[in-house]
């Protein structure tokens, strides 16, 4: 079973350097986020509704996902990991970010209203007043938060699924994938149907945050980074997502900061153009590790 899981993740990465996303006509996370739409409205009990949301719709999206990977696998080897890759590349993020993260960082040296513009597709902030640091700032700890719950979450989950079998390596990383998207749609504090998403997506994202800290400082060669981002790393509200954006804001020796939310003043200013790209370049050199690292466990076991 370890060959046709790391050819899985063989299949995910080389989906993902050819092409970056599904089309979004048949895109898997697009359909879930359409599933999950009619529950963000107000509810007369919606702590209740929320628990439930948020325990059945990832549980459903993964016994689905393992179904199909199991009726594959019933077929041939091959079959499986093709289903298995491709759903595991339906529920990972990498070129994307970097592409939205990069176009961000260009325009805010020359088109600070498109870079306003392009930044709303990485970001979920007011950007009408940003100044071109701000904006590049955003950009990056965007491109570091991402990597943890676009693509090393589900990688991992994936990893540790293939210690079991590949219908359950795939479905866990849809698992964890409908988790992250529950959280992204309804975890706010203005939508009480949206609290158990958000405690659940907090207890799922608490290693994978810290682990991509981790390849972010090894992707940097630079592993003291961690060490410096520490003191900083409970300074957003979210209790992971300050790991990998402190940890790349060190590694930069740059101040990253979002107005009225939280500083990260590990450097003096915010990143020039060029930091920001080699930011980006940081961010992209952690993903390959975490499937190089993804490949490596399922080879294992």
Known sequence: MSLTAVGAVALAFALEVALAEPPARVHPVAWLGRAIAPFDREWTHPQAVGVLVALGIPLATGILVAALVALAESASALAAAGVAGLALFSATSLRMLLG????????????????????????????????????????????AENLADGLVAPLLAFAVGALVSLPVAAGAAAWVKAANT??????????????????????????????????????????GALARAREHAAAPPSPNSGWPMATLAAVLDVRLSKPGGYDLPLGDVFPSAAESE????????????????????????
């Open 100 to 143: 939205e993260a990069r176009a961000v960082v260009a325009a805010s040296e020359s088109d600070l209203a498109a870079a306003r513009e392009r930044l709303q597709s990485l970001a979920g902030r007011d950007a009408g007043q940003l100044s071109a640091g701000e904006l590049r700032s955003a950009a990056v700890e965007s491109a």
């Open 182 to 223: 529950l959280d992204s749609m309804l975890g706010y504090r203005s939508k009480p149907v949206g609290t158990a998403s958000a405690r659940l997506d907090d207890a799922v994202m608490w290693l994978p945050a810290r682990l991509s800290a981790a390849l972010v400082a090894v992707a940097a060669l630079d592993v």
């Open 278 to 301: 080699r930011g980006v370049r940081v961010v992209g050199a952690a993903g390959a590790l975490s499937y190089a690292l993804a490949a490596g466990v399922v080879a294992w076991s």
